[in-house]
């Protein structure tokens, strides 16, 4: 508890040079699917290791298992080989202790509940208070800008508000972990924006490690500490890349050169492969 | 202007309703008219057909009585009879609710149970479903007696034999709807339940209780219907005392058509009046979730 604590705190100090706690490491990971017409190589020997407060995305093209990558980290989906430790444990064990919040492509909110009982329901499910579930979910519910919405139902909100929405329910849970698959590629550019902001702001807020699947690589340079470039058939991991930029930018960064240097690496990446035929 | 008033949706409703009245009094003409004919011949007497169109719709026991002889029927047994009366349609429609109330919350309770232990459990499924189904092909005017007459002989009287037809007849679409609804979630719901590490409990009653209560209503205004056909069912071959069935019963027996038809009348605005009320019920609950469609 005390550690966790120096590190919150030198994160708050310094940028990247604190001690950190590895969340995720693979080792040799693969899966295949089986399917009629023979096995699909979904993923094949992925090495990886995630440090504690790292914002990481996957991206690559359709087909490159960086969805597939996410469930098995969630438990969604089990390895066929390999290993996989997420915060010290088994996905299976990170799932069941409640460790990580999962945000869909879609928002997947329950017809039936307002916003406000929505992001009540991981709460629910895990038998807290009612005091701290009313506080939870007025904190990110503020934090998303939805808390003049509390009290309405899914189909009375706009796509974009649906999927804070659902952002606020994972972040009720207060995870040490953020797993999110394409949150925002059903949104259009100005609200994508919009969201990556506050999504940068929110992780630097409460110092979690954020996994972010996309295949937008000005989402992936704008949010990203390390990006993971994939690609498919099988799919494997081609290059990690470690961002110069700062941890904490805005949407001026894009101007910057080092911005179209970076998003420069990853396209000549991609192609290199032949990750896009 | 003709166009406009066609287009209205009362203009369709009317003429609908116009048709089939006049279908109805040159239905009760060729009916009634065949009868009176049969009745001069046999008495050998000569006849004409405008004394014919007189008598079709005044006859004593007609074989089809014509619309407004069944509205006088309906007056006098309504509106001119004191509820308490066992002459009063109301009395004998109250009966027959009571009995198709009762069956039917019997009924959609055990439809709901039996739906849930199929959805539960794969050997409940496969050895319960086959009987669900058989019960259902047994003809219920065969059964009917043979209920009733067991529970009399365990002194199991009264509105309870019929509840339990109604019950028989209601459970079965209940049980159908609700085990498909409640495997209908969202397997995105489903897959968030699963990251929220939540109990088998409380994936039923946050989420498949609620996903199923689409499929739970549309089965429920069947099996209403269903009830009232039980309990009139219940009433005809038991000799009750009264029920609408009873009514129907006694009526063919004297030969009082006009008395047979009220009761359909009354039965058939009762079934009317439960669907629509299970309906209003779906509404007030389905419409926050953004109406009864947007599942």
């Known amino acids: 508890m005390l550690a966790a604590q120096t590190e919150i705190e030198s994160a708050h100090t310094s940028d990247k040079t604190y001690p950190q706690r590895e969340m995720i490491s693979v080792e040799d990971l693969s899966l295949i699917f089986p399917s009629p017409d023979g096995e699909v190589n979904a993923l094949s020997n992925i090495n990886l290791n995630i440090k504690q407060g790292d914002f990481v995305s996957f991206i690559g093209p359709s087909g490159c298992g960086k969805t597939t990558l996410l469930r098995v980290i969630a438990d969604l989906e089990k390895a ?26 879609a928002p997947g909110l329950l017809p039936w509940r307002n916003i406000r009982d929505n992001c009540a329901l991981p709460m629910e499910i895990s038998a807290q208070s009612s005091e701290h579930q009313t506080k939870q979910i ?60 506050e999504l940068l702001r929110i992780w630097a807020e409460t110092q979690k490690t954020v996994i972010f699947v996309t295949h937008s690589i000005a989402e992936a340079v704008l949010l990203s500490t390390h990006i ?50 | ?100 109330l009762l069956g039917f919350a019997l009924g959609s309770l055990l439809g709901i149970l039996i739906a849930i232990g199929i959805v539960h459990n794969k050997t409940l499924e496969s050895s319960l479903m086959p009987w669900v189904i058989a019960s259902q092909t047994i003809p219920i005017l065969a ?16 509105v309870v034999p019929k509840a339990i037809i109604s019950m028989y007849l209601s459970f079965f679409p209940v049980t159908i709807a609700m085990a498909k609804g409640l495997r209908a979630s969202d397997t995105l719901h489903e897959e968030l339940m699963y990251t929220y590490n939540a109990s088998a409990k409380q994936v039923f009653w946050k989420l498949r209780w609620y996903s199923a209560q689409p499929y739970l209503f549309a089965s429920l205004k069947v099996a209403i219907a269903a009830a009232l056909v ?50 209003l019920v779906e509404k007030r609950l389905l419409s926050r979730r953004g109406g009864p469609a947007n599942v």
């Open chain 2, 1 to 100: 202007m003709l166009t406009k008033i066609i287009e209205k949706k009362w203009f369709a409703l009317v003429s609908l309703v116009l048709a089939l009245l006049a279908l109805w009094y040159a239905a009760a003409l060729v009916m009634n008219g065949k009868q009176i004919i049969q009745n001069y011949e046999r008495k050998h007497q000569t006849w004409t057909y405008s004394q014919v169109i007189d008598q079709a719709y005044t006859v004593k026991r007609p074989m089809l009585p014509a619309p407004h002889q069944v509205a006088i029927e309906l007056k006098k047994s309504i509106f001119d009879k004191s509820v308490t009366s066992k002459r009063s349609l109301i009395y004998h429609a109250q009966i027959t609710l009571n009995s198709t």
């Open chain 1, 228 to 277: 993971v470039v994939m690609s498919p058939r099988p799919g494997r991991i081609i290059k990690v890349i470690e961002s110069p930029l700062p941890r904490l930018k805005t949407l001026a960064v894009r101007d910057q050169e080092a911005f179209h240097t970076l998003a420069a690496e990853i396209r000549s990446a991609l192609a290199d492969e032949h990750a896009i035929d």
């Open chain 2, 143 to 158: 059964i009917a007696p043979i209920i009733v007459v067991v529970l009399g002989a365990i002194n199991i009287t009264g």
């Open chain 2, 230 to 279: 039980g309990a009139i069912v219940a009433e005809l071959p038991t000799g009750a005392q009264g029920g609408l069935g009873s009514r129907l019963l006694s009526g063919s027996y004297y030969g009082q058509t006009e008395q047979i038809w009220a009761a359909l009348i009354v039965s058939a605005l009762l079934g009317s009046i439960l669907v629509w009320i299970v309906g």
């Open chain 1, 138 to 197: 007025d904190k990110y519910l503020k934090m998303v800008g939805l808390q003049e919405f509390h009290n309405k139902f899914p189909w009375q909100l706009s796509g974009g508000m649906q999927q804070r929405a659902s952002i606020a329910r994972a972040l009720c849970l207060n995870p040490d972990l953020l797993l999110m698959d394409e949150p925002f590629g059903a949104l259009d550019e100005i609200t994508r924006d919009h969201m990556n902001i």
């Open chain 1, 80 to 105: 066929t080989s390999g290993g996989l430790k997420v915060n010290g444990t088994s996905a299976e064990d990170a799932r069941l202790n409640r460790l990580y919040g999962y945000v869909f492509q």
